[in-house]
């Protein structure tokens, strides 16, 4: 994990509303900027002299339209994205609320639409929320993982062999070391065809005792929320 070595992160936001009657999460389509083309929760850096909530309500406000009450509003866990040959890992706080107020709107950013648990299009989505959003949706957080990406080859050649070298499962955490032979970028079916990068390996530990605060830059959990 010689390459994956940081010295630095930066911290976003990500926020799932979701309707528990009709078993529906809240997407967004992103137009432009990083993760183009994908769908994902609601999000974006924490701006100066901002908590993570509040830059979690401003983004979720401006790219749907939408808010939720401090109350409504809870925690589900901490991802951390290493990207290879990166010092700099993205540290997301994700978010989760039943409950909104107000009328979803599309912007410039974001064209937000309702999926149905089981149609969540999740081959059109960072790889890593496959992993996560289930437990989310399931009630399983809080979370806490590391997810660790590779930038895909630029030339589009045809085939990709992917062997899993080790699995090891437990109840509470789940860690896959995928073994990736870079000989294409045929992502097609499992993996976002626009996003430049493909996830090799991660780590994830699911109904945690707390939710966690802050992770360390060795990639521990640093801190739990009061
Ligand atoms: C690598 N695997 C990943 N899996 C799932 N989600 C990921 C992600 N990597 C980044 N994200 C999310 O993507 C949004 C980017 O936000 P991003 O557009 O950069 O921020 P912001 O809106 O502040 O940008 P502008 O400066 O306005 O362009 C933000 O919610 C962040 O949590």
Redesign the pocket.
């Known amino acids: 994990m010689e390459s994956f070595t940081i010295t630095s992160k930066k911290v ?3 926020v799932l509303v979701i309707d528990k009657a009709e078993q529906k999460v809240l997407l967004g389509y ?1 137009k ?4 183009a083309h994908l769908w ?6 924490v701006e100066p002299g901002e908590t993570t909530r509040e830059g979690a309500l401003r ?1 979720l406000e401006e ?1 749907a339209g939408i808010t939720v009450k401090t109350e409504d509003f809870k925690k589900a866990g901490i ?1 951390l ?1 290493q990207f290879e040959n990166d010092p700099v890992a ?1 540290e ?1 706080h994700v978010y989760k609320s039943y409950e909104y107020q107000g009328l979803i709107r599309e912007c410039e ?1 974001m064209r937000p639409q309702w999926f149905a648990f089981a149609d969540v299009p999740y081959d059109q ?5 496959r992993i996560w959003l289930p437990m989310l949706l399931n009630g399983q957080d809080p979370f806490y993982g590391r ?1 660790y ?1 590779k930038r895909k080859p630029v030339e589009d050649t045809k085939e990709i062999e992917t062997t899993v070298t080790s699995v090891v499962n437990t109840s509470t955490s789940t860690h896959v070391n995928h073994s990736t032979t870079m000989t294409g970028t045929s992502f097609t079916t499992a993996q976002p065809k626009s996003g430049p ?1 493909a996830m090799c390996d991660y780590q994830l530990e699911h109904s945690l005792q707390g939710v966690p605060r802050e992770i360390a830059l060795d990639g521990t959990i640093a801190s739990f929320e009061n």
Not at 32 to 35: A, K, P
Not at 40 to 45: A, M, T
Not at 125 to 129: A, C, L, S, T, Y
């Open positions: 976003l936001t990500l992103k432009r900027g990083f993760g994902n929760g609601f999000g974006g850096k983004e790219e991802l994205f993205l997301t950013e989505m960072w790889e890593d929320d997810m990406f990068f």
